[in-house]
């Protein structure tokens, strides 16, 4: 009995680590490869660390791309689409989580009926409304569809319904409007779900290849994955760039969620997903 006290976290821990590392090794190989001169990353037996170490790869990166006006681009992109969704999701999320209505239950049944319609059904009808409003090849309609998002307004929709309308009822017998409670007492109450939510859009919008690839045509519009399929078409051989640049792109999520942990753990207990 004793002894399976002891020897359970050990296998435990065990197993854990080498499922730990198996699961950063593509990032290892990535990371390695990307630090590696042309010929160095084809050699057998592979070597896991670089000699000699080059930083080859990312000086051809900017230089063969203008890979740094496309981490401009993608920045804006996803920070602007980001700072939309929650703004339209979390205004939404409210009307259908405090405010009675008639029919306010039918209305948002029909509106989470269309998380079922497939993104490449409405990809085709979206671009020709673009393409009336001449917003083709802008970012302004690249972020215009940011602006629905069902599952956001589920996800913070759900939240709220669990915050007390005792709050609600105190700031409208002091003379509030809908939207003093909003701003002072929803939100700041909502923000660790509202947090969580910022991190899945990013990710979302970040690493999004199929909407800007149907919406922008020019290279100096171009987003990061944008960028790194051109690279994958060009300079296919070239996998030390590639991994540069997948590096790159990975970079900005990471820090991203190192600083949003605690928001996003906490949201993912007491929100929509629980």
């Known amino acids: 009995m004793m002894g399976s006290r002891i020897y359970r976290p050990i296998a435990f821990y065990l197993i854990a680590s080498l499922l730990a590392f198996f699961a950063l090794l593509p990032f290892i ?71 009675n209505f008639k029919g306010r239950e039918v209305v948002f049944a029909l509106f989470l009926a269309t998380m079922m319609v497939p993104t490449q059904v409405t990809t085709i009808p ?27 307004v589920f996800m913070l929709r759900q939240y709220m319904m669990t915050l007390h309308d005792d709050f609600l009822d105190a700031a409208f017998m002091d003379g509030a409007s809908h939207v003093d ?43 990061l994955p944008l960028a790194l399929g051109q690279l994958n078409g060009q300079f296919e051989s070239k996998y030390n760039v590639l991994m540069a640049g997948s590096l790159i792109s990975m970079l900005p999520i990471i820090v991203l969620y190192l600083f949003a942990q605690r928001y996003f753990k906490s949201g993912l207990q007491l929100g929509g997903i629980k």
């Open 29 to 99: 190989w990535m990371l390695s490869t990307s630090l590696k001169t042309d010929g160095a990353y084809l050699e057998i037996p592979i070597k896991w660390i670089p000699d000699p170490f080059s930083l080859e790869a990312y000086e051809k990166l900017f230089s063969l791309f203008p890979f740094g006006k496309a981490i401009a681009n993608s920045l804006y992109v996803t920070a602007m689409s980001t700072l939309i969704t929650l703004i339209s999701a979390s205004m939404a999320a409210y009307i259908f989580a405090k405010v």
């Open 181 to 223: 409670v909003f701003r002072k007492i929803i939100i700041p109450l909502s923000m660790p779900i509202v947090m969580t939510l910022a991190v899945l859009t990013v990710m979302n919008v970040w690493g999004d290849y199929f909407w800007p690839l149907i919406v922008l045509s020019e290279k100096e519009k171009m987003t």
């Open 126 to 152: 979206i671009f020709l409304i673009l393409k009336e409003m001449h917003l083709v090849n802008t970012f302004t309609g690249l972020m215009m569809p940011s602006i629905f998002n069902a599952f956001a």
